[in-house]
C-alpha cells in the first residue's frame, strides 16, 4: 500500500515564527514531492513541488526532500495569519499517469 | 493565468439518481483526472485520462463511475446511481509542467 503521512495537527505558531511541517512516504519510486495548501472548502493550491535532495526555496516557503529517510518537510517562514490552512503533502511514482497520492493533512493554525 | 473549471459547484440529488459532473481542463494539457474529497478526509484519487482513454483507476472506481471527454474542452464523471457515501468533494485537475486543481463540486447525496 503506498501511503503518505502526516501529523493531523493543529500545529500552532505564533505570527512571524517559523511553521515546520512534515511528511514520510512508503514508496520508494516517488520521484515527485509537492506541498499543496487547501483552505476550508477550496481545492488543494499548489504552492512548493521538488524533485531532488536538498532544499528548494521559494520566498517564504523552503521544501525539504531526503529520499534516503523517505522524509519531506515543508518550512514556512515569518508566518502570517493568513498561512492558517491545512498543508496536504503529496506524491507522485515515476509512471505515466501522473497519479498524485495525497496525505491526510496537517492544519496548521497561526496565532495572531 | 489558465484554470481549471468545473461546473456546478454545489449538487443535490437523491440516492439512486445519476449525476454528472462537468470540468474543462486547461486547454494544453494531456492528462485529466478525478479526485475526491468526503469531509475530513484525504483527497483520494478516482481516475486518470490520457489520450481518450482511462489510463488508470482506483479502487474506489468501480461500476458506478465512468468518465467521458465527449469534445474538445469537457471532461466529464458520471455516477450512475449515487449513493449516500458518495457525497464529498469532487475536484478535477489536469496536468502539464504540473498538476492544476479545479475549484471543486460539492455532491450531497440525500
Known amino acids: 500500500q503506498k501511503e503518505v503521512e502526516q501529523n493531523s495537527g493543529p500545529l500552532s505558531v505564533p505570527e512571524g515564527a517559523i511553521a515546520s511541517l512534515n511528511c514520510t512516504y512508503s514508496d520508494r519510486g516517488s520521484q515527485s514531492f509537492f506541498w499543496y495548501r487547501q483552505y476550508s472548502g477550496k481545492s488543494p493550491e499548489l504552492i512548493m513541488s521538488?524533485?531532488?535532495?536538498g532544499d528548494k526555496e521559494d520566498g517564504r516557503f523552503t521544501a525539504q526532500l531526503n529520499k534516503a529517510s523517505q522524509y519531506v518537510s515543508l518550512l514556512i517562514r515569518d508566518s502570517q495569519p493568513s498561512d492558517s490552512a491545512t498543508y496536504l503533502c503529496?506524491?507522485?511514482?515515476?509512471?505515466?499517469?501522473?497519479?498524485?497520492?495525497f496525505g491526510k493533512g496537517t492544519r496548521l493554525h497561526i496565532l495572531p | 493565468e489558465p484554470e481549471v473549471t468545473q461546473t456546478p459547484s454545489h449538487q443535490v440529488t437523491q440516492m439512486g439518481q445519476e449525476v454528472i459532473l462537468r470540468c474543462v481542463p486547461i486547454?494544453?494539457?494531456?492528462?485529466f483526472y478525478w479526485y475526491r474529497q468526503i469531509l475530513g478526509q484525504k483527497v483520494e484519487f478516482l481516475v486518470s485520462?490520457?489520450?481518450?482513454?482511462?489510463?488508470?483507476k482506483s479502487e474506489i472506481f468501480d461500476d458506478q463511475f465512468s468518465v467521458e471527454r465527449p469534445d474538445g474542452s469537457n471532461f466529464t464523471l458520471k455516477i450512475r446511481s449515487t449513493k449516500l457515501e458518495d457525497s464529498a468533494m469532487y475536484f478535477c485537475?489536469?496536468?502539464?509542467?504540473?498538476?492544476?486543481f479545479g475549484p471543486g463540486t460539492r455532491l450531497t447525496v440525500l
Open positions: 503529496a506524491v507522485k511514482h515515476a509512471n505515466r499517469d501522473d497519479k498524485i497520492i
Open positions: 485520462f490520457y489520450n481518450n482513454e482511462i489510463s488508470e
Open positions: 486547454s494544453n494539457h494531456l492528462y
Open positions: 485537475a489536469s496536468t502539464g509542467d504540473t498538476q492544476y
Open positions: 521538488i524533485y531532488s535532495n
